[in-house]
């Protein structure tokens, strides 16, 4: 599976958007960007995932550069109740089984 | 919204005793999954499940561990002989169909701990 590259924290503040990069230059065409999130120590909950088109939900934006080596996704009112590591996961369309978390950008969201 | 759920919340045992770890995946969902995550570190992929067979393990999950589906609705995980390096949360997730693109929805997770 291609590597993922996130920045390890990052703050917000409380009503401004949060852009939340992530770099996977490795990435093949038969893979989606998937992004999950943990809250202290909850289960990782799915948030947004894409292969080629930006996509939008309730939740958040995704955003994936055309060359596909890239995505941020967007959190675009945060509220204390975002705090939480993120994972930028890639994973192959083939692929269906497991998901390997990385670190994580762990953000924080400040009043 | 349907959840996967798990019990119990916390299991705290001696080690070289045998646990179960139980899991109730969403209705309509055939693959099933545990990850572990040892306090302050990664979540770890440890087995795949569907259609009553392991898909993949992680190296993690040697002879120690065991899956099962013992009826339509649980999907456990057991430890035969618990080491106090098996402390960790481990979460059981599901997903619904091998679809291209499909989501894995994630339990709040069992706390195990090894004393």
């Known amino acids: 599976d291609a590597k993922t590259t996130q920045p390890p924290s990052m703050d917000c503040a409380e009503g401004r958007a949060a852009n939340l990069p992530c770099n996977h230059s490795t990435i093949s065409g038969n893979e989606y960007v998937y992004w999950y999130r943990q809250i202290h120590s909850q289960g990782p909950q799915y948030i947004i995932h894409g292969l080629k088109n930006n996509e939008t939900n309730e939740m958040a934006s995704l955003i994936i550069t055309e060359d596909r080596k890239s995505s941020t996704l967007i959190l675009p009112h945060a509220t204390l109740r975002d705090t939480a590591v993120y994972y930028c996961i890639v994973r192959p369309v083939f692929n269906d089984y497991k998901l390997s978390f990385g670190a994580g950008t762990t953000v924080t969201v400040r009043a | 919204e349907p959840e996967v759920t798990q019990t119990p919340s916390h299991q705290v045992t001696q080690m070289g005793q045998e646990v179960i770890l139980r899991c109730v995946p969403i209705?309509?969902?055939?693959?099933f999954y545990w990850y572990r995550q040892i306090l302050g570190q990664k979540v770890e992929f440890l087995v795949s499940f569907y259609n009553n067979e392991i898909s993949e393990k992680s190296e993690i999950f040697d002879d120690q561990f065991s899956v099962e589906r013992p009826d339509g609705s649980n999907f456990t995980l057991k430890i035969r002989s618990t080491k106090l390096e098996d402390s960790a949360m481990y979460f059981c997730?599901?997903?619904?169909?091998?679809?291209?693109?499909?989501?894995?929805?994630f339990g709040a997770g069992t706390r195990l701990s090894v004393l």
């Open positions: 997730a599901s997903r619904r169909l091998p679809r291209q693109g499909d989501i894995q929805y």
């Open positions: 209705s309509n969902h055939l693959y």
